[in-house]
């Protein structure tokens, strides 16, 4: 829209020095054409005419004896705006009507899936340095919003979408059947309680997954879900506080 005023504004200053210069009367046209083959260079590279022929380009108004010419715009000025003009054409048709330009908002978007892949492969490569015996808590967030959704898809079922307990045990008070250390816990996550009906998780969730879960596990701790199931086990304290 703003190229298209400015297109508009141009073209219309350009027509209304032509009309004004066909109304203005003319000088002697051989006396003309032989200045203008006089000119330097700097005159004729900005458009000027002789000194001589500039009462002719005097517009109407004044102001304190001060009159201004109708200079028409130089050439190589209006080549440039036209080039512009050109270039934000083939700019608005590559970058959003065929969209096989890069804006900043897609460049962003694949640089984010660029450094997720990077992290993917990280992980996949760090994972298998994670065991029972190193295993720590996961403090940050993201990896327990992780062991969240881990949770969320293979865990609610047996022990709640809070953890308070259905078939499995409740997970958010200080009571556990098999330790309530991470060490404990991961072992318990990662080779399941086939006696008590938990499968393990090992072939399922590599070690990051399971220390992940771990972490969400440890994070609901005390949070006191309603419809809780009865304590079950010894009471212990909690792996690490997450508060």
């Given at each position: 829209m703003t190229m298209i005023c400015a297109v508009i504004i141009v073209v219309t200053l350009n027509l209304n020095s032509q009309i004004r210069n066909i109304f203005k009367p003319k000088t002697e046209s051989s006396e003309f054409e032989q200045a203008m083959q006089n000119r330097t260079f700097w005159q004729k590279f900005w458009s000027l005419k002789p000194i001589q022929f500039e009462k002719d380009q005097m517009m109407e108004h004044q102001y304190d004896g001060i009159a201004e010419l109708d200079n028409p715009t130089p050439p190589w000025f209006m080549y440039l705006f036209y080039i512009t003009i050109v270039v934000g054409i083939f700019y608005l048709i590559g970058y959003h009507v065929i969209g096989n330009g890069k804006i900043m908002n897609n460049e962003y978007t694949e640089e984010v899936t660029i450094a997720e892949k990077a992290r993917e492969e990280y992980m996949k490569k760090f994972a298998n340095s994670v065991n029972e015996d190193n295993v720590k808590v996961l403090t940050d967030a993201k990896g327990v919003e992780d062991g969240k959704k881990i949770y969320t898809q293979n865990c609610?079922?047996?022990?709640?979408?809070?953890?308070?307990?259905?078939?499995?045990?409740?997970?958010?008070?200080?009571?556990?059947?098999?330790g309530g250390t991470p060490k404990a816990i991961f072992h318990t996550i990662n080779e399941g309680v086939p006696e008590k009906g938990m499968i393990s998780w090992k072939k399922t969730l590599n070690p990051i997954q399971v220390q992940q879960v771990l972490s969400y596990i440890v994070s609901i701790q005390g949070t006191k879900p309603a419809n809780a199931k009865a304590p079950q086990g010894d009471k212990a304290e909690a792996a690490v506080s997450m508060k």
């Open positions: 609610v079922a047996c022990h709640g979408a809070n953890g308070e307990g259905v078939v499995g045990p409740n997970l958010t008070d200080e009571f556990w059947i098999h």
